[in-house]
C-alpha cells in the first residue's frame, strides 16, 4: 500500500465536516448537565500554568479536557468557553501582550465558524466578559487561585460532572476521526522505533527516532514512552530511557502514543531480536489478542472479558512451558495474576486513561472492578463507539513471583521457564479498538496497515 500524508491541521477537510455535530452534541450534553444543576450557563476553564517552586520557570502546560473537548486548542491557557442553551457557544480567547514567550495565533481553522470568539489580552478582561450574573454560572475547570473562579461559587458540581464524565464514554463521528489520525501518527512512530532497534541503538535513541516520526516534542506526547529493551520491558511504566545499547539485545517493548488535536492512542509492541523462542511467544500473544479482540461487541461486560483474558493467557503459559494446570486453577491460585498484573484496557479519548470507565449510569454510580483485579479501568458494559484499549501481556515480574512461593500455586510454576523469560522482560500487546454494534474497529491494526 501507498504511505499516505496525514492531515493533523486544523484545516483537515474532513475534521471541519464532523466538527458542527460534534458541538450539537457537546451543547445537548451541558444543556442536559446545566438543567440538572440549575444553572444557566457553564463555564470551562482552559486552565494556569503552573510555576515550579521558588522559580521562574513553567511546568508544561495541561489543559482542562473538558475545555480540549470544545475545541482543538492544547495550548490556550487562561481562556474560556461559555456555553448557554440555546446560544452560540462563546470562546473567551486569552492572547497576552507578552514579548517573553511565544503566545498564541489568531483562532483559525474549521472550528472558528461554531463559536462567537473574543480575543482578550488580560485576565481582568476574561472576567468582564463572562456571564453578569455568576450565581447561574458553573465553572468546569482546575482552580487553584481563587482569582480564576472569576467569583463563580459552583466548581466542578457532580451534578453536571457526572453527567459529561459517562456521556465522553462514547465519541462523536469527529472524536473518533482525531483518534484514528492520533493512531496513524503513532503507527509511524513505532515503525520508526522498530527501525531503531533493529540498527541496535540505545532506548535513548528509538525513543528519539520515535518522537522525530510522529513530530513529538516530549511535552507533546499523550503520556511518556516505555521503551524497554531486554528486561526493562518487566517493569510496567519503565521510563528510563538508557543512554546505551545492552551489551547483549535479547528484546524490545514499546508502548508509545501520539495525539492530533488532544484526542491519542496509546499503542504498544513487543520484538525479539533474534531468540526464535521468543519469537514465537510474541506470535502466541499476538493471536491471543486478536482473539479477545475478536470477542469485543456492544453489550459485552469488560470485567468479564478481563477475567476470560486470564483463562487466555494462562493457556499461553502453559504452551509456552512457563507453568502448568488448567486455566481455572491457574486464575484462582493467583499464577495469572502475578504474570499479567494490570487491566485488559480503559477507555481512550482526550485522556489516556479516559474518564467515565466504572461509572454504570449519568448519575455517577460506580461499578467496582472484579475482587483481585484492582487495576482494571473500565468495568462498564460495551456501547457503540466507546473507544478503549485491549492489551494483554505477560511478564517475568519477580515482585509478585516470589509471593507464589509456599502457595498453592508454586508447584504450578515452571521456575526455569520463569528463568528463561526473565532476561526478555515481557510481552504487551496493545491495540485501540472503536466499539461496533457487531463488533469493532482495530484502529491500531488498521493504522499499521495504512502506513506501511
Ligand atoms: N500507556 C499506558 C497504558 O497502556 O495504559
Ligand atoms: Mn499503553
Ligand atoms: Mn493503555
Not at 47 to 76: E, I, M, R
Not at 202 to 224: G, M, Q, T, W
Amino acid at each position: 500500500m501507498q504511505a499516505m500524508s496525514d492531515d493533523y491541521s486544523d484545516r483537515n477537510p474532513e475534521l471541519g465536516r464532523l466538527y458542527p455535530d460534534h458541538i450539537k452534541t457537546l451543547c445537548e450534553r451541558h444543556d442536559h448537565a446545566l438543567e440538572n444543576s440549575g444553572a444557566a450557563h457553564a463555564v470551562i476553564f482552559s486552565g494556569c500554568p503552573k510555576t515550579v517552586f521558588l522559580d521562574d520557570q513553567q511546568y508544561p502546560f495541561k489543559p482542562n479536557a473538558h475545555f480540549l473537548s470544545w475545541v482543538p486548542l492544547v495550548n490556550l491557557p487562561l481562556s474560556c468557553i461559555v456555553h448557554t442553551p440555546g446560544e452560540t457557544p462563546q470562546l473567551i480567547y486569552y492572547l497576552p501582550h507578552d514579548y517573553w514567550h511565544s503566545v498564541p495565533g489568531q483562532p483559525g481553522g474549521y472550528w472558528t465558524g461554531l463559536f462567537d470568539i473574543k480575543v482578550v489580552h488580560s485576565p481582568d478582561d476574561v472576567a468582564a466578559n463572562l456571564p453578569e450574573d455568576r450565581e447561574k454560572c458553573i465553572l468546569i475547570g482546575e482552580i487553584d487561585d481563587e482569582s480564576h473562579a472569576f467569583g463563580i461559587e459552583r466548581v466542578n458540581p457532580t451534578s453536571a460532572i457526572n453527567i459529561l464524565h459517562y456521556a465522553r464514554g462514547v465519541k462523536t463521528q469527529y472524536e473518533i476521526a482525531c483518534l484514528r489520525l492520533a493512531s496513524r501518527r503513532g503507527a509511524r512512530g513505532h515503525n520508526a522505533a522498530e527501525a531503531a532497534f533493529r540498527e541496535g541503538r540505545s532506548e535513548f535513541d528509538i525513543h528519539r527516532a520515535y518522537c522525530k516520526a510522529v513530530s513529538h516534542a516530549d511535552n507533546e506526547l499523550p503520556y511518556s514512552n516505555i521503551v524497554a529493551l531486554n528486561s526493562h520491558g518487566a517493569v510496567l511504566h519503565y521510563t528510563n530511557l538508557e543512554r546505551e545499547p545492552p551489551d547483549t539485545l535479547r528484546s524490545f517493548l514499546i508502548d508509545a502514543g501520539a495525539q492530533v488535536h488532544g484526542y491519542a492512542s496509546d499503542i504498544t509492541r513487543s520484538y525479539s531480536w533474534s531468540d526464535s523462542r521468543f519469537s514465537e511467544l510474541i506470535e502466541r500473544m499476538h493471536s491471543a489478542q486478536g482473539d479477545i479482540v475478536s470477542r469485543i461487541r456492544a453489550g459485552v461486560n469488560y470485567s468479564e472479558l478481563h477475567i476470560e483474558t486470564h483463562r487466555i493467557l494462562a493457556a499461553v503459559l502453559v504452551d509456552a512451558g512457563i507453568v502448568s494446570g488448567d486455566p481455572d486453577t491457574l486464575l484462582s491460585t493467583g499464577v495469572t495474576s502475578a504474570f499479567f498484573p494490570h487491566g485488559l484496557g480503559h477507555l481512550l479519548g482526550i485522556q489516556v486513561h479516559d474518564v467515565g470507565g466504572f461509572m454504570e449510569n449519568e448519575a455517577g454510580t460506580i461499578i467496582d472492578p472484579p475482587s483481585g483485579h484492582p487495576f482494571l479501568r473500565l468495568t462498564r458494559d460495551l456501547e457503540e463507539n466507546m473507544v478503549l484499549t485491549v492489551e494483554p501481556g505477560i511478564y517475568a515480574i519477580d515482585m509478585l513471583l516470589d509471593n507464589l512461593r509456599g502457595t498453592a500455586a508454586e508447584n504450578h510454576v515452571n521456575w526455569q521457564g520463569v528463568e528463561w523469560l526473565r532476561p526478555f522482560g515481557g510481552i504487551r500487546i496493545e491495540d485501540n479498538v472503536r466499539v461496533t454494534a457487531d463488533g469493532c474497529e482495530n484502529l491500531t491494526r488498521d493504522a499499521f496497515t495504512a502506513v506501511a
